[in-house]
Nanobody, 126 residues
Framework: QVQLVESGGGSVQAEGSLRLSCVAS????????MAWFRQIPGKEREGVAI???????MYADSVKGRFTVSKDDAENTLSLQMNNLKPEDTAMYYC????????????????????WGRGTQVTVSS
């Protein structure tokens, strides 16, 4: 069973930065599509960032220009650099994956992702 482990969450003040990392371990397949989601209690899980096929990143509109996603296939890691954080970024951040390749033009819905990490909390205070 593949496992995803997130790290790097924490508490920061507005305009601060955090870097999240997700490492996949276990019996790995040849390729995974990995993405970052976040969820606030009582709200639906939101796709935040993904590296699509052809290494093209895609972001939620709310984080464009502030977050940068990167993927290291050799290390099976997905990272999320979050700058200029805002209180509305406060959420539990999850790494998710499925076996196969990411699409080229769209962010798959959360139900497509079969493997999930436990999440890491990000709290941004004003």
């Amino acid at each position: 069973q593949v496992q995803l482990v997130e790290s790097g969450g924490g508490s920061v003040q507005a305009e601060g930065s955090l870097r999240l990392s997700c490492v996949a371990s276990g019996p790995l397949a040849s390729s995974y599509c990995m993405a970052w989601f976040r969820q606030i209690p009582g709200k639906e899980r939101e796709g935040v960032a993904i590296v699509l096929s052809a290494d093209a990143p895609m972001y939620a509109d709310s984080v464009k220009g502030r977050f940068t996603v990167s993927k290291d296939d050799a290390e099976n890691t997905l990272s999320l650099q979050m700058n200029n954080l805002k209180p509305e970024d406060t959420a539990m951040y999850y790494c998710a994956a499925y076996v196969g390749y990411c699409p080229t033009l769209y962010f798959p819905r959360s139900s497509v992702f079969r493997i999930w990490g436990r999440g890491t909390q990000v709290t941004v205070s004003s």
